[in-house]
């Protein structure tokens, strides 16, 4: 997209340059920087490429493309040409325009011999003949390029487009293309037909520099050159989507070949580069040394002669890229296999083979290094000066890997090349069979086997192929023996047939390497390279077939150039005086006449049945042919009484345009016929040699056909139509090559031999018409399409007809009348000058209109970017503001903080200092008034405590006394009596009871309750209440003297009293007895120590106790192990754990109030031993375990144990009543309060209990 959107922007400054400066456009050589030597940059116009970079959307792109293309692809001036506006003004072409600017300035003599020109050029003044004398000219001056062309065109000795030339006529032809060929300018142009006269020597005209000159180029602003036609073919194929086909014809050894390939290689140089296109580029051009190796052959007239026809069809993209190509060939001259004349050669090939294949390919191959040894190579050793045929070898071999063949292929292809070449030495000996009839054998078994060996295939089989044939005659197959002749006749036919059926298959491998896939869009050039006319001394088939090639190439040449020229002036109603030229088509229609041609005679002589040989062959053509213009032979002529000893029987003559060849038909009928018998195809097809297999396919005993192939004649007739019928739907670019000389003499001219090409060429007639006839036509319509701009009104739509807007268009325009024909649907320009100012006012205004565009899209795209730099820099500029307004906003916020933080910390210190002052002031105050108080205090206490206390007591007791006793504590007032009040006792007494008190204290025992008496009555209740607090001042004595394990068991001996004093009759026995709580000896005894194992609490209790059976009142006994958590009983023989009850089991107890040790504990009935009933034991401990029990309870699960103490026991569930009689448990309760009855029944469960 970018190619072809910028392409008219960077085209644009060329024109200008060229337009407004007449400076040349100067190109940057490879390296040359800027500003290489000599280039000078135009002051008209920048450098397009440093310009500023045109970044257009792709509608202004667009628009600018359509309008410098003329608008919708219409094609620029050269589509109009057709084959002939490539004139320029005789003055200052091709330095369009008048590099002086001169005005237009037409010639009063042009319609004669010159074109209007310039009044201004310094070669010519208006009116001048001939303009070009006056043109001072340096041969070998350093020029400019486009100087140098300039000079070349005109020089008058030498001009470079003979359409220039002055006079017109053979002579000066002749001359003219003699001088430039002494000057090594070797192309000389006719409009835009390049005609190309072989060097023979190598010129430095291709390097890489021309190459760089040429691209891009205009066509006339360079010297001459088949570079400048190939780029005006690329040009015309990638900017104008035209196909192209290049002609280049001429005669063996012009150089049509050499021309070829240099079209590709400038076509190959200036395609862009990359990975993938340079790859084809290479398979496109290596095709070339593997198709010359095996198509071409020395011939007498040229060391390299093609020796079949070659079209190739380059395919490229739509940016000019190539992308593959299609290469057809055309009739390969076979018989150059089996026979050449002498100073000929065999095709290359074999030569190639024999001298660069090492010796280990030659002994695979079976080959000797030595071309005397083969018969096919005329047993001659054959080198040729300036031709190395074992590097030629080599560089086929690494051109087909290019190609991509692969080894096996290349391989299997010299394998069959081998046998092509030992075939020729098979040797056949005459015998005689049994019947008398002549038959032939391998005189040498030794080829044939080798050759067997090659390809698989029984030495047998072959020798039967070579040596007899099978006859079909009627069902029947009948052998029969072939003579020698008859014999060689089959080898050579076979090694013909294998040859061209390989290089057949060669073509299409290369074809399957470069074929384009399917579906890609595509544009074709062409370029056809045909085997050149030829006259040689004995003109043979293949000399007929090339020759009426030729002729129809020239039959293109003449209708598209020449005859469609002059055809379209009448068809458009043109005046037109018509020129002369020689028409070739009565000689094309002599050979390719459907019904009479020579062709169809041919054919009708090989197909008819009956006796077929020349002779009847030429007497028919004879007789057709006996008034034909173009055909003579010795029976024509005799019959017209004309002798030519030259032209001999069984020949006939042919006046081609190139000149009289005469043709010996001896051969025609089998060349034509082309047959190869069956047997050998089928032997071939019997080869395990795939290749060879392969080319045989009519070889296959299972797909007999018996329908004829087509003739050689026909086939070639059918390719060179269709061949026609391509070339004619492409835009023709000619190379004509004309031959200097017969002995290939390196820059020899012989001016006859070139005369002859230039008079058969019809170069004349060429530059006649060119000259006579307008330079440049159109059809209205795309004509207005592209000026249209010219005009303000037909700018930008012109409403009208095509054609009024063109006639409107250029009567604006003011153009010379005589300059213009108005044909019926296109317009005419006579002279290239005019179709140069049209195209260079196209381009003023086209740059005009590009700048307006660029402008306003400048404009616009200036606005926006200011509009939208305007934007962002609002938008910048609030994010800036807003960034740096948040950014003050926390830095005061960060101050505003610090400056809060110092001042509050300042105040908070100050106020932290004034209250540390304050506090320790308060403590100051505080301390002092502490120890002032306590010194008061301890004072006051020294003073009146200490001194007084035993007083003060005293009186404090006294009084306490006193007043507790109803005793007053103070005397009655002297001299009256007792009152009724309380009596007053005088404190001695007291004190004397105290003293007493103190001195006959009772012991410390807590079980002494021992105290002394009261000495008064009225002290007795002091007495009293002085004993209860000696006691408890006794008891808290004894008890701050109990250790911790003491406290504890008064503190269980606490709970028991609580849990039984006075309600159960075994408690007053439990008082003596002290909780031990372990009765067992568990640590001592071994076998319970497992027990403490099972019960992994803290043990409580351990005893033995009994469990009252339910069933039956009978007891078992049992350990109890009484832990935190648990109450186990188990077997104290076993010492196994019967039952483990968690204590959260427990519901509750029940003891009786007698003196029994019987227990009843009650369980939750939800536990797993609750559901059997209570659980019924006799212990020795009862009191204490109940306490001990009821304590764990209490620090577990902070709750007391719900123990009855009852007369009656309602009994369990689960007790029986036989084994409990009704009454007896319940009597025990009863008995209680009823007397013995009651305590015989507790007795007897007391019995029970044990
Ligand atoms: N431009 C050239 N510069 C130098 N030598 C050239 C040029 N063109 C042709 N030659 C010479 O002329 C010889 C013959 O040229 P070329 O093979 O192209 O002829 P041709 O026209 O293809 O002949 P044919 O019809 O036999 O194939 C070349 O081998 C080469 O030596
Ligand atoms: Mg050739």
Redo the contacts with the bound molecule.
Sequence with gaps: MTVFLMRPFVLLPSAHCRALCGQPRLRRLPGSGPAAAGSVPCPGFPEPREEAPFVCSATIAFLCLFLLRGGGGAAGPRAGLGASARGGCRCCVPQFPCPEGGPWAPAPSWAGRGRPQCGSCPGGSPGSATPATGVPQAAGTAQPPAMEATASLLDAAAVGDLVMLDPLSEEALLRTLQERFSREE?YTYIGEVVI?V??????PIYTPEKVEEYHDCNFFAVKPHIYAIADDAYCSLRDRDQDQCILIT?E????????SK?VMSYVAAVSSKGEEVDKVKEQLLQSNPVLEAFGNAK?I??????RFGKYMDVEFDFKGDPLGGVISNYLLEKSRIVHHVKGERNFHIFYQLLAGGSAQLLQKLKLRPDCSHYGYLNREKSVLPGMDDAANFRAMQDAMAIIGFTPAEVTALLEVTAVVLKLGNVELSSCFQASGMEASSIAEPQELQEISQLVGLDPSTLEQALCSRTVKVRDESVLTALSVSQGYYCRDALAKNIYSRLFDWLVDRINTSIRVKPGEQRKVMGVL?I??FEIFQDNGFEQFIINYCNEKLQQIFILMTLKEEQEEYVREGIQWTPVEFFDNSIICDLIENSKVGILAMLDEECLRPGTVNEDTFITKLNQIFASHKHYESKETLNAKHVTDISLPLRCFRIHHYAGKVTYNVTGFIEKNNDLLFRDLSQAMWAAQHTLLRSLFPEGDPQRPSLKLPPTTGSQFKASVATLMKNLYTKNPNYIR?IKPNDTKTAMLFTPDLVLAQVRYLGLMENVRVRRAGYAFRQLYQPFLKRYKMLSSRTWPHWMGNDREGTEVLLAELQFPPEELAYGHTKIFIRSPQTLFDLEKRRQQRVAELATLIQATFRGWRCRKQYQQMRKSQILISAWFRGHAQRNRYKQMKRSVLLLQAYARGWKSRRLLRELKVQRRRHLAASTISAYWKGYQTRRMYRRYFRSNARMRLSNFIYRRMVSSDGISASPPPRGCAQGPGPPFVPPAQVQKYLIGLRNNLPPMAVLDRTWPPAPYKFLSDANQELKGIFYLWKCKKYREQLSPQQRAVLQAKLCASELFKDKKALYAHSLQQPFRGEYLGLTQNRKYQKLQAVAKDKLVMAEAVQKVNRANGKKVPRLLLLTTEHLVLADPKAAQPKLVLSLSDIRGASVSRFSDGLLALHLKETSAAGGKGDLLLVSPHLIELVTRLHQTLMDATAQALPLSIVDQYAGPRAWPTWAFPEGAWAGGGVATAQGVSGRAGWNRAAHWAG
């Design positions: 070797i190309s072989n060097p023979y020597k190598p010129l001429g063996s050894g012009a150089g049509k070949t050499e021309a240099l011939t007239r040229n060391d390299n002669s093609s390279d085997y050149g090559c």
